[in-house]
């Protein structure tokens, strides 16, 4: 079966301090891997998405980037985070090649506290 | 500009109750719509799926309602649960560039009392 981790749980931060957020997927291959965004009261905001290795797409400008070295490997990132960066992060994927209907599986998410 | 919009925002039920949550969308060109289920802390798990074409589809306890003429969707919980205390979010896809692009709603956070 497959299985999608997060880590870590958790992270406080201070402003301008990196940030670096890993997603695997396991138990399956070249899937659709997306980044979001869940502000207090908000409803889930996409950040990034990727059909492939090398292959990111960013739906609104921002402060964060993306990468997928690998597969089944997505990271999220920023070099000096701001206060507005708060929020919980949801990796999710979903089957290649399948636009129809294409179910997204979240991860457990990160919860990061800028200060 | 394509919006879920979801009501009431917070509910509180007893244990045993029925509730229904509503959602309204402009998305276009509508794809599907699907309702998750979001415990605290934790990522949302897909609770139903609906095409243009179905108008009710059932996942034990839960019953999702769609009218693609209006725009609207219900999310109808039977016979409430204490587990059932989440938020309830209504997700639209739309087509877009080649991949369904998902509008979440802000959700419906549901408490259940005992």
Redesign the interface.
């Known amino acids: 079966s497959q299985t999608i981790h997060q880590w870590p749980a958790t992270l406080v931060q201070p402003v301008g301090s990196p940030l670096s957020l890993e997603c695997t997927v396991e138990g399956t291959s070249n899937p659709n891997l997306y980044w979001y965004r869940q502000a207090a009261g908000r409803g889930l905001q996409l950040l990034f998405y990727s059909v492939g290795i090398g292959q990111i797409s960013s739906e609104v400008p921002q402060n964060l980037s993306a990468s997928r070295p690998q597969d089944r490997q997505f990271i999220l990132s920023s070099k000096k985070l701001l206060l507005s960066d708060s929020g919980f992060y949801l990796c999710a994927w979903s089957v290649s090649q399948s636009w129809w209907p294409d179910t997204q599986y979240f991860g457990p998410g990160t919860r990061l506290t800028v200060l | 500009k394509n919006q ?1 919009e979801q009501s009431p925002q917070s509910l509180i039920i007893l244990e045993g109750k029925n509730c229904t949550l509503q959602c309204n969308y402009t998305v276009s060109p509508f ?2 719509l ?1 309702w998750y289920k979001q415990d605290t ?6 609770l139903t ?1 609906m ?1 243009f074409s179905e108008n009710t589809k059932s996942n034990g306890r839960y019953t999702a309602t769609l009218d693609a003429d209006t725009k609207q969707s219900s999310l109808h919980i039977t016979a409430s649960q204490l587990s059932d205390s989440a938020s309830y ?1 209504c997700v639209v ?1 739309a ?1 877009s560039g ?10 419906t956070r549901l408490a259940v009392h005992p």
């Open positions: 879920v794809s599907n699907r802390g934790r990522g949302p798990v897909s799926i095409t979010i896809s087509q080649g991949y369904n692009k998902l509008i979440f709603g802000a959700g």
